[in-house]
């Protein structure tokens, strides 16, 4: 394999960015494309284009005027079918044509997992209508998540306690919807004692990889602090390994996967994946060797990943906008960092809005107790402000 390989990154949001860094670490050449100009990973790329991704003619003439050897999606909202086309003209698709296409939407990725490969996941069904959530909802019994099966980070998702709520969620649910179809997922509740998200790695030539689990805790469907390791039974972890390891050998390609799991008192149970690196998955830039966008560049150039070790107990936790504004310039900076072992990635996005996710604290300590309590810390010191 000869180096440097040039990337088209799909989508450039803070995960695209830390990517970018450890794409360029291995003097890879980086198109970074989103639909808004100076989008965090455009920043620090190469070379930029906005454009809709979802537009199947503009996403093929940016990919004609480049000629990548790989594409690599940071986002859902792509055109996706397209991607099958580029595959077989042999451009390498991150981690395959077929993950991205399934993953898209979490309809067709929760059909393979619970129907075909008979994986436990919440109890299920879809609704296009506030008629159809009656009927399913009372198939599946209250209290429910509702959730679009196109959205992302808790957009559209809510609790739904009774039948009175059912008509709110629909509506809401709709509001949260990315793309044109009006379809929900909804599924059971199920009362967790913690959820993780495992890190697994599939590699071109070599066994699949496994992170450390990353433990994390939701807010509004949406993350706010993760940490590892994690103290997780090893029947357990072997358990959601196997889990991990068949679904994406389904998938297929070479690639980071985020898959996420419920534990509960006797069981685990298949959340959902993403074929890239994950938000949760922010800790490890300090808490590994080789970060998960370390890992998922190497993993997709076949490069060797002889280990993979955790430095120390480690914490992320992210920092928030209060409202919506432009240009925010970020206090509390100093305070934050003089804390000693923490870090702090400011993705420099343009823009706010109410609970936007603006930048991340990171934190080493000598047990993961006190990495979380430093990160809080840190996150509360940091606020933005605007002209
Ligand atoms: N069936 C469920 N029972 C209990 N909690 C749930 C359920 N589904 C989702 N949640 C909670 O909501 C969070 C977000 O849900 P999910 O991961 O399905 O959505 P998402 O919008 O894709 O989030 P992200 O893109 O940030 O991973 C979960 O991590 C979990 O905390
Ligand atoms: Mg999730």
């Known amino acids: 394999m000869e180096l440097p390989k040039k990337i088209l990154l799909l989508g450039s949001g803070e995960l695209g960015k830390e990517f970018v860094i450890s794409s360029k670490r291995l003097?890879?050449?980086?198109?970074?494309?989103?639909n808004y100009p100076d989008a965090p990973a455009q920043q620090v790329a190469d070379e930029r284009e906005v454009f809709d991704m979802l537009d199947?003619?503009?996403?093929?003439?940016?990919?004609?005027?480049?000629?990548?050897?790989?594409?690599?999606?940071?986002?859902?909202?792509?055109?996706?079918?397209?991607?099958?086309?580029?595959?077989?003209?042999?451009?390498?698709?991150?981690?395959?044509?077929?993950?991205?296409?399934?993953?898209?939407?979490?309809?067709?990725?929760?059909?393979l997992v619970a129907e075909e490969l008979l994986i436990r996941t919440a109890k299920y069904g879809y609704a296009e209508s506030e008629k159809e959530c009656l009927e399913v909802?009372?198939?599946?019994?209250?209290?429910?998540?509702?959730?679009?099966?196109?959205?992302?980070?808790?957009?559209?998702?809510?609790?739904?306690?009774?039948?009175?709520?059912?008509?709110g969620a629909w509506d809401?649910?709709?509001s949260g919807m990315r793309g044109d179809r009006e379809r929900v997922i909804l599924e059971e509740y199920i009362n967790f004692e913690y959820e993780i998200t495992l890190l697994t790695i599939r590699q071109k030539a070599g066994p699949t990889l496994f992170c450390s689990p990353?433990?994390?805790?939701?807010?509004?469907?949406?993350y706010q602090e993760s940490w590892q390791p994690a103290e997780?039974?090893?029947?357990?972890?072997?358990?959601?390994?196997?889990?991990?390891?068949?679904?994406?050998?389904?998938?297929?390609?070479?690639?980071?996967?985020?898959?996420?799991?419920?534990?509960?008192?006797?069981?685990?149970i298949f959340?959902?994946?993403?074929?890239?690196?994950?938000d949760t998955g922010m800790v490890t830039l300090v808490s590994q060797n080789l970060s998960e966008f370390d890992l998922h560049i190497r993993s997709i150039l076949?490069?060797?990943?002889?280990?993979?070790?955790?430095?120390?107990?480690?914490?992320?936790?992210?920092?928030?906008?209060?409202?919506?504004g432009r240009s925010p310039t970020y206090i509390g900076v100093e305070a934050a960092l003089s804390i000693p072992g923490v870090d702090v990635r400011i993705f420099g996005k343009k823009t706010s809005r109410l609970n936007r996710r603006m930048a991340v604290c990171l934190a080493t300590a000598d047990t993961v107790n006190q990495a979380r309590e430093k990160v809080a810390k840190a996150a509360k010191l940091i606020r933005l402000t605007y002209e």
Not at 66 to 92: A, C, K, M, W, Y
Not at 149 to 154: C, D, K
């Open 27 to 34: 003097g890879c050449y980086v198109i970074a494309c989103d």
């Open 56 to 111: 199947a003619t503009a996403l093929k003439n940016v990919v004609a005027k480049h000629n990548p050897d790989l594409i690599v999606p940071e986002i859902e909202s792509i055109r996706t079918e397209v991607l099958l086309d580029f595959e077989s003209e042999g451009i390498q698709v991150v981690p395959s044509a077929k993950a991205v296409n399934y993953t898209m939407n979490r309809d067709r990725i929760r059909d």
């Open 137 to 167: 909802a009372r198939s599946i019994a209250y209290p429910l998540v509702m959730k679009p099966v196109m959205s992302s980070s808790g957009k559209g998702q809510s609790l739904v306690k009774s039948e009175e709520n059912l008509k």
């Open 172 to 174: 809401y649910a709709r």
């Open 214 to 222: 990353i433990v994390h805790r939701q807010e509004r469907g949406d």
């Open 232 to 268: 997780m039974n090893e029947a357990r972890l072997k358990e959601s390994q196997d889990i991990a390891e068949k679904v994406t050998t389904q998938l297929g390609g070479a690639g980071l996967f985020g898959v996420e799991f419920f534990i509960t008192k006797d069981e685990v």
């Open 271 to 278: 959340s959902e994946l993403s074929p890239r690196p994950h």
């Open 302 to 324: 076949g490069l060797p990943i002889p280990e993979i070790v955790i430095n120390k107990p480690s914490a992320s936790h992210v920092v928030l906008a209060e409202k919506e």
